[in-house]
């Protein structure tokens, strides 16, 4: 996790980030697991936290127990994680949000003036809300399409402020992210600019899926709405022609022919085995009775 914070590697960590607080408290059980993610991902450019050790880069990584990285928020502690900047790399895509902040707990726990403030969606013992359900509306003036995410608390819709939220437009092979991570704000609510040139199907409708990223917290929370929004996309798709990921009617002739001749080769030595322990067995019947 290189550079966290250093005067060569400015970081712009907006307002909101920030602020951002980790859904739980931490605990002996969060910084244990923390320190086992810190050693597995971070400690070869960071070291030992109030040794020093860390590697001599440019910009240097920074020891995690000094006042240069405790100063941080701990959203911006786990804002850096998340997205990366320049040598320190982005871990969005190889630690769970709660294992981010599992890390954030570990880093903490070298600060023994450190007093944490929890998340208001987890200051009960669990989850408010019975039920959650995002709504997104579409922009078009703005090209902004805008999350609203509600909970069922005593049969009554409130927001859900404070939760990380991700839009991402459905591709053949996986999703595409619209716009960055955001913060749903006290009316639960968060915007995410799209770009002009996202690619539509032939009329132009873009399938979306909103999800919230706190799922240990939450579980998995989302919704597929479609809007177009899109350029107009006239390529023929990639499953109108015989190719390996095809379905079984149009999957490549050779593909269907070495199949289903290696089936019956592997059939064919089993038959002829199971003929020469007969042969074998019986050659040895004759030769008592004689």
């Known amino acids: 996790m290189s550079g966290l ?11 909101d980030k920030q602020q951002r607080l980790a859904p739980f408290a931490f605990n002996d059980q969060s910084v244990t697991a923390g320190e086992e993610l810190y050693n597995t991902n971070c400690i070869s450019c960071h070291g030992n936290p109030g040794q020093g050790n860390y590697q001599q880069l440019d910009p240097i990584p920074g020891d995690p127990a000094t006042e240069k990285i405790q100063s941080n928020s701990d959203g911006s502690i786990y804002y850096k994680i998340y997205e990366g900047k320049g040598l320190m790399p982005s871990f969005r895509n190889i630690l769970a949000p709660d294992e981010i902040w599992e890390v954030v707990a570990y880093i903490r726990s070298f600060n023994d003036s450190y007093k944490q403030l929890v998340a208001e969606v987890q200051k009960l013992e669990n989850v408010r809300w019975s039920e959650i359900k995002i709504l997104l509306a579409l922009n078009r003036e703005n090209k902004e399409l805008t999350a609203t995410v509600k909970g069922l608390e005593e049969d009554k819709w409130t927001p859900v402020p404070n939760t990380g939220l991700i839009v991402a437009a459905e591709r053949y092979f996986g999703q595409l992210q619209i716009d960055e991570e955001k913060l749903t704000d006290e009316k639960g609510m968060a915007s995410f600019t799209y770009p002009e ?24 929370v989302s919704t597929d709405t479609t809007f177009r929004i899109g350029m107009l996309n006239d390529a023929q798709p990639l499953n109108k022609e015989r190719a390996l990921w095809n379905s079984n009617k149009k999957a490549p002739l050779w593909l269907i022919i070495s199949y289903i001749s290696v089936v019956l080769a592997v059939w064919g030595f089993i038959f002829y085995v199971l003929f020469q322990l007969r042969k074998i067995y019986f050659a040895g019947k004759k030769e008592t009775v004689n």
């Open 197 to 220: 040139n996202i690619k539509g199907d032939t009329l132009g409708h873009v399938k979306l899926q909103s999800m919230l990223t706190d799922q240990d917290l939450f579980g998995r």
């Open 5 to 15: 914070k250093s005067t060569a590697q400015e970081w712009e960590v907006s307002e």
